[in-house]
């Protein structure tokens, strides 16, 4: 069995940039959780927030962390706030290593000020809401985690150390 290396981190962390790098160098197919899921509803998450709210989204996410965890050989970039649930934590764990990318939050909203695209970001106060989801969701990734890698470089530089920390 190869097992599936899953990214985990706050959104605008770089799980899907360094996720791709990972699947081409360890031969492994690349699946980013939200467009699996944007791909199976036929909407955008964006949509799917929007019309049916938050606990639908979630719903999804779930089903996709059941769906992603019975395939092996796989490089999962897990939505940012897949992992904050302990189900998924738990699902996803049984089929492979949950890899924490852990960046500054001030370097996640330098990459971020131009993205309008994140439904939890939406609201007036971007900065602070910002740091309060990112302040309440570090433990949880810490937790669901079983390798913390520092996050704060190139895309390139980011992947090998994941590969460094997995042994592989």
Do not use: W
Request: proline share 3%.
């Amino acid at each position: 069995m190869i097992r599936n290396i899953i990214l985990c981190g706050f959104m605008g962390c770089g799980k899907t940039t360094v996720g791709g790098l990972l699947a081409d160098m360890t031969g492994r197919r690349f699946v980013d959780m939200d467009s699996f899921i944007e791909k199976h509803s036929g909407m955008p998450v964006s949509q799917i927030f929007s019309e049916y709210g938050e606990e639908a989204f979630r719903m999804r996410e779930r089903q996709a962390c059941i769906q992603l965890a019975s395939q092996e050989g796989l490089v999962i970039a897990a939505g940012g706030g897949a992992l904050t649930f302990q189900v998924n934590a738990d699902v996803l764990s049984k089929s492979g290593d949950i890899v924490f990318l852990d960046v500054p939050l001030d370097v996640i909203l330098k990459r971020l000020e131009t993205d309008t695209s994140r439904p939890l970001l939406t609201g007036p106060d971007r900065e602070k809401a910002s740091y309060q989801l990112y302040n309440r969701r570090l433990p949880l990734y810490r937790a669901a985690a079983g390798y913390v890698v520092d996050g704060n470089d190139t895309a390139d530089r980011v992947a090998k150390r994941v590969t460094d920390a997995l042994g592989i």
